[in-house]
């Protein structure tokens, strides 16, 4: 469906010149001034030289004119050198200050943004579309204004000079505007398909570096390659299609000027005979008509500039029109150092409505408890841990923790209380002692050290090329998968965190490297409210409470030994293990 020109998103986006109009404004005044003054005097001048100084032989008249012009010349030139110039310096502030506001903003969204939306489409956001309102943003403004106040000048002069061939000449205006106005439509139209498909071809792309390993397994690369092609052929077809219309806008202004310029000698030649006109006057009235034509071509460049920037502005918009589905409260507490008692009251959550993922929720953890969540694929355990991060909100009850209702606090003072070590671990691009140190930024270099000894990763660590300085690309794939947990555990130890969350985390480690976390385990749970998600049972033997989930249901509760001796779910779920790693042997 066509979006119409939305003229209250071009204003919003002028917004981000307003903390430099103080800058800009001197910029456009000077600029305007000068340059137009400079660019409208030549042609008159030119008209002096000829009907005076050459009609009368006059040569110091032709030598002052001369001189007189190559001056405006230079001004001419010094004038645009510095309006480039600075605009350029204001206009990179105004895309730094866009980029900023949307990573900004995009940082304070919540999970179920992130859930709706390929990495690609985000990424897409903060680097193509914002780079697309540079030009306009930059140049385009002021020479809009640049643009507009040289065509009044020049209509003025036009008819002071020769009201009636000036109104002859005006007169093709109206007609290009005719002309193009269904063109314009069609090109505003095509600039947003664009966009479109270059957002959904980026996002393939990003999903295809991300599943490279994947697509190289299963030898998928050859029907990787022909979904790409075809969606890179629809793109090209797109952007083909508005570049051909952006080429078809330029001749209909050259055809427009082309019969004025007829005009211009057919009417002016008789003008001339009939003495109404000089020759000097016909020369100023052509060189006028090449100076009117001009900023009219530029402002016929720039609405197909502003045609790509709404397209990609529609875009970054509805990003920044976003608003978190977990937020904080008008004026939220902040919470204090906190002992760790969490309790879950009647919890009712669902990620798609009508598809509850906990019914009802009923579960409580003193401080310094160790519980265990154990269940099949689906069963809620993930959920009721994103639900005490306060990832997400419950559709029903609420979480406590230390008696504040988390959604009366502030997200800092809980998340910041809260260390959490996934089994898909994330390592960023920088040395291991950086992603160490992500869990604490002000932690010294032997904090990071002693966190590391705690969990066993010194070791491996002093035996790489630059130890804790060595550097990481992306995701960390120069580690093992077993290396990358072992720096996720020190990284959530040196944050220190009151309650910590295990979520498979011991699940890519070898059994030799397992049993040197959990010894690890016992003296950083110590003190501690400690979550543990596990589907290998052996590792959650010692867990104060375990709780056994069922389709967002809470099936059975107590220690290991309790459930054992019950014989239920939880006693199935350890024999049919116990009697699959029988089997492996």
């Known amino acids: 469906m066509e979006k119409k020109f939305d003229w209250n998103q071009l204003k919003r986006m002028g917004s981000y010149l307003k903390p430099y109009r103080k800058e800009l404004l001197p910029i456009i005044l000077v600029t305007m001034i000068l340059g137009t003054i400079t660019k409208l005097a030549v042609p008159y001048l030119i008209s002096l030289a000829i009907d005076q100084a050459i009609f009368n032989g006059d040569g110091n008249q032709l030598m002052i004119l001369a001189c007189t012009m190559l001056a405006l010349y230079i001004v001419q030139w010094l004038v645009n050198n510095y309006r480039i110039r600075s605009v350029n310096v204001i206009g990179q502030k105004v895309i730094y200050d866009l980029r900023y506001h949307l990573f900004s903003h995009i940082q304070q969204l919540s999970f179920r943004f992130f859930d709706k939306r390929p990495a690609g489409s985000v990424l897409v956001r903060v680097t193509n579309d914002v780079n697309s309102l540079q030009e306009l943003l930059t140049h385009g403004v002021v020479n809009l204004m640049i643009d507009i106040v040289q065509l009044i000048g020049i209509v003025v002069i036009l008819l002071s000079l020769s009201p009636k061939l000036g109104l002859a000449i005006i007169l093709t205006v109206p007609l290009m505007f005719i002309v193009s106005t269904s063109l314009r439509t069609r090109m505003r139209r095509a600039w947003q398909d664009v966009r479109v498909k270059q957002s959904r ?154 598809r509850p993922a906990l019914k009802g929720i009923e579960l409580e953890a003193k401080a310094g408890q160790s519980i265990a969540l154990v269940g099949h694929t689906g069963s809620g355990k993930s959920t009721i841990i994103n639900l005490l991060c306060r990832f997400y909100d419950p559709v029903e009850g609420r979480v406590l923790v230390d008696g504040y209702d988390i959604r009366d606090v502030t997200l800092q003072s809980l998340r910041s209380q809260v260390g959490i070590v996934l089994q898909d671990t994330f390592i960023f691009s920088g040395s291991i002692r950086d992603n160490i140190r992500f869990g604490r930024l002000e932690a010294t270099d032997q904090e990071v050290e002693a966190a590391a000894k705690a969990v066993h990763a010194h070791d491996f660590i002093s035996k790489l090329p630059d130890g804790y300085d060595t550097q990481v690309e992306e995701r960390g794939n120069v580690l093992s998968m077993g290396q990358r947990q072992l720096i996720s555990f020190a990284r959530a130890l040196l944050a220190n965190p009151r309650i910590l969350i295990l979520d498979e985390a011991t699940a890519s480690i070898d059994t030799e490297t397992e049993l040197k976390i959990q010894e690890a385990l016992k003296t950083l749970l110590v003190g501690r409210t400690s979550f543990i998600i596990a589907h290998r049972l052996s590792t959650i033997r010692n867990a104060d409470k375990i709780v056994v989930l069922d389709h967002g249901s809470i099936m059975e509760e107590g220690t290991h030994d309790e459930l054992m001796r019950r014989g239920g779910i939880y006693f199935g779920l350890v024999e049919a293990q116990y009697k699959f790693l029988s089997e492996a042997v």
């Open 201 to 354: 071809i980026n996002s393939h792309l990003s999903e295809c570096i991300q599943g490279i390993r994947v697509t190289q397994a299963f030898t998928q690369e050859k029907e990787n390659i022909n979904y790409f092609n075809d969606m890179n052929q629809v793109n090209k077809k797109s952007w083909d299609k508005a570049s051909m219309l952006n080429q078809t806008f330029n001749p209909i202004i050259e055809l427009t000027g082309a019969i004025g310029t007829c005009i211009l000698f057919w009417y002016g030649s008789h003008l001339i005979e009939s003495k109404e006109l000089t020759i000097g006057m016909l020369v100023a009235f052509a060189n006028y008509i090449g100076n009117f034509w001009e900023p009219i071509n530029r402002l016929g460049q720039m609405y197909q500039q502003l045609l790509v920037a709404m397209a990609s502005s529609e875009r970054i918009f509805e990003f920044l029109d976003e608003k978190p589905t977990v937020g904080e409260r008008e004026k939220p507490e902040t919470m204090p150092l906190i002992e760790g008692n969490v309790r879950f009251e009647r919890i009712v959550f669902e990620y798609e409505a009508g």
